[in-house]
């Protein structure tokens, strides 16, 4: 019976954060197409277009520590705002390729590459599929972080990644 209520719980809560998605989206795209049609002074409307960015923004981060299963967005925004917020000596780079850390035999782009004074300090994937991180490939690229003694984490998609999480996972590749 635990089995089925656990399994019955993670279905709702995904049906449930689909359907309050939905409603954000209608309703912040109702609010931004009122203001455009409306005759609303600049400055007033620039006020309230600001007012629906950070909203829109909100809904896509989640909560802090909310659960966001399987929402890529959710968690690249996490991993940016950890990093801004924690390690601020640090930068991101998207897609970087495995040859930018001197590995030419396998063809792999990392999610995220994070550098500090321009160097290669730690590679980042996200992993869509359950199985993913047992890939060749992926092993093949945590392996050649490891030879050129660059840190390597992965975050799979489909499990929470509340901020909390994230943060300790960068902390302990930096």
Request: proline share 1%; glycine share 8%; aromatic share 8%.
């Amino acid at each position: 019976m635990g089995f089925l209520d656990n399994l019955l719980k993670k279905e709702a809560r995904k049906i449930i954060s689909g359907v309050v998605d939905s409603v954000v989206d209608n309703v912040l795209d109702g609010a931004k197409e009122a203001v455009n049609q409306s005759g609303i002074s600049g400055n007033v409307q620039k006020k309230t277009q600001t007012a629906i960015n950070r909203a829109s923004e909100a809904s896509a981060v989640c909560n802090e520590e909310e659960s966001c299963y399987g929402k890529e967005s959710v968690v690249r925004a996490r991993m940016e705002q950890c990093l801004t917020r924690e390690f601020p000596g640090y930068t991101l780079r998207k897609n970087v390729s495995a040859s930018e850390i001197g590995t030419y035999d396998i063809a792999w782009t990392y999610t995220y590459g994070i550098y500090r004074d321009g160097q290669a300090v730690a590679m980042i994937n996200l992993l869509a599929g359950a199985n993913d991180y047992k890939r060749k490939i992926v092993l093949q690229s945590k392996t050649a972080c490891r030879n050129a003694g660059i840190g390597y984490v992965h975050f799979i998609l489909r499990l929470p990644n509340r901020s909390s999480y994230v943060a300790q996972q960068l902390r302990s590749i930096l």
